[in-house]
């Protein structure tokens, strides 16, 4: 059985619909908490990293042990697919750059791939991404240019979240409550279940590229 090491950064962001992907495909999820401390050690293992109401050039200290991490395992030939957070941390790593958004981008929001696919996505965040040396741009929405990149077949960034089902929006507004901007009450599973064939795919594009 194959393992995979996901870093979590805040107790209400979990995998979500990454552990339903892990499951069907046989890989077991080695679930580390950075904001408790733990990481795996340095290496060239494949790794997800989540998202998390952090500054991604600032925040706690523990956010720097993980920039640390992030780098050396980087260093050492790591794939790595994240998210939000993770995406700024990676952009970081590489060489590019985190800045503040006029205005935050919250709830569904259309975005457009280069390819000329478009899903509606759930988004929180209110920095953007200027990208790395070599990335290259995947998607963008109307307010953020910078919503997916890539450098190479096996660093690859998002700025939404794909990983977010309806468990874990509950749980998010469970959380943050009235702070929450993401959506109550009866939703549409056919927008989940969109967002989750993509995420599959695009898991394991990277999943075989990353082995």
Not at 17 to 22: F, G, K, L, P
Not at 35 to 54: C, F, H
Request: with cysteine.
């Amino acid at each position: 059985m194959s393992e995979l090491n996901l870093i979590q950064h805040h107790p209400a962001e979990g995998p979500g619909a990454i552990a339903a992907w892990a499951a069907s495909r046989g890989v077991t999820l080695n679930v580390f908490r950075a904001d408790l401390g733990q990481l795996p050690a340095v290496s060239a293992g494949p790794a997800i990293l989540l998202g998390g109401p952090y500054e991604s050039n600032a925040g706690p200290a523990w956010l720097e042990t993980e920039r640390q991490w992030l780098a050396g395992s980087l260093e050492q030939g790591a794939a790595v697919f994240a998210i939000c957070l993770g995406a700024q941390l990676l952009a970081l790593s590489l060489g590019g750059n985190v800045r503040r958004m006029a205005r935050t981008e919250t709830g569904w929001t259309q975005v457009n791939f280069v390819d000329g696919q478009s899903l509606k996505v759930l988004e929180w965040h209110e920095d953007a991404i200027d990208l790395p040396p070599n990335a290259q741009l995947l998607a963008s929405s109307e307010q953020c240019e910078q919503q997916m990149y890539c450098v190479g077949p096996t660093r690859v960034g998002l700025q939404f979240h794909p990983e977010w089902n309806a468990e874990s929006v509950a749980l998010l507004n469970q959380h943050f409550a009235d702070e929450s901007p993401l959506p109550r009450g009866t939703q549409d599973s056919a927008d989940y279940a969109s967002v989750f064939e993509w995420l599959q795919v695009t898991l394991d594009q990277w999943w075989v590229a990353a082995r």
